[in-house]
């Protein structure tokens, strides 16, 4: 391994380290994010969906267990998965996401009809940041992305089912350490299907489906997946 690979890879693998690490203080210590004085329910979301990464990832791994766009196109860009197969791997991950939401729903349907007060209820199906500023939302969802697929880009795992495990293990800990801002999509099927779910399902006294920042954790996530790519193939032998 060269000098510059190994400065390069300890430079990433030591600036994740203290992203995550300032990061998850500063998501419970700052007023106004989604961990803010609720610290032990964010645990859970973050728990709650590292855990369906690690269920959906190994659901899909025939296919290479990707469930995320910005996934696919940062493998595309690198060379991994072809470009002809893209479009597939997008259908497939942006209908999946919708009828995941559907299901969710119809699980709690009972409690969606009981509720006196669904306004908020988008929440539960997308992202919604509480200092709603999209340039800087756009800004965090980039960098969480950024180091999901960095990740999975330099895992020594290779076809391992391990990879899934750990591929959970780093969404909670982007959960933890970066999700408080935005909510953390850092995938623009989770937030896009789920946002057109919440749109067209009958659920009483609704809030809209804020279409004015549905394009943040969709552009957001695939700018980080771009530049995550970008960098693989400037230093090809570090990255590998």
């Known amino acids: 391994m060269s000098a510059g690979s190994i400065i ?23 007023t106004r994010t989604n961990a803010d004085g609720d610290t032990a329910s964010w645990v859970l979301i973050t728990f709650g969906w590292g855990f369906g990464v690690f269920a959906g990832a190994s659901i899909a791994d025939a296919s290479g267990g990707a469930i995320n766009p910005a996934v696919t196109l ?9 470009w002809s197969d893209v479009p597939w791997y997008f259908i497939g991950q942006f209908l999946g996401a919708f009828v995941g939401a559907v299901l969710a729903w119809l699980v709690y349907k009972l409690q969606f009809d009981a509720s006196e007060d669904n306004a908020g209820t988008l929440n539960i199906f997308s992202t919604n940041p509480p200092i709603k500023k999209p340039v800087w939302n756009l ?3 980039a960098i969480g992305t950024f180091a999901l697929v960095l990740f999975l880009l330099v895992a ?10 750990a591929a959970a ?5 982007i959960g933890q350490s970066l999700g408080g801002p935005t909510g953390y999509a850092i995938n623009p099927a989770r937030d896009l299907g789920p946002r ?19 394009w943040v954790p969709v552009v957001g996530p695939a700018v980080g997946a771009a530049l995550e790519a970008a960098v693989a193939a400037i230093a090809p032998v570090a990255m590998g």
């Open 74 to 82: 940062a493998s595309a860009i690198a060379g991994g998965t072809p």
């Open 8 to 30: 390069l890879s300890e430079f990433l693998g030591t600036a994740v380290l203290l992203l995550f690490g300032c990061g998850v203080v500063a998501n419970v210590l700052l």
């Open 139 to 141: 800004v965090t969802e």
């Open 196 to 214: 057109i779910a919440h749109a067209v399902l009958p659920i009483r006294g609704k809030g809209r489906a804020d279409w004015g920042y549905s």
């Open 169 to 173: 293990a780093i969404v909670m800990g």
């Open 156 to 165: 020594p795992y290779g076809d391992s089912p391990a990879i899934y495990a």
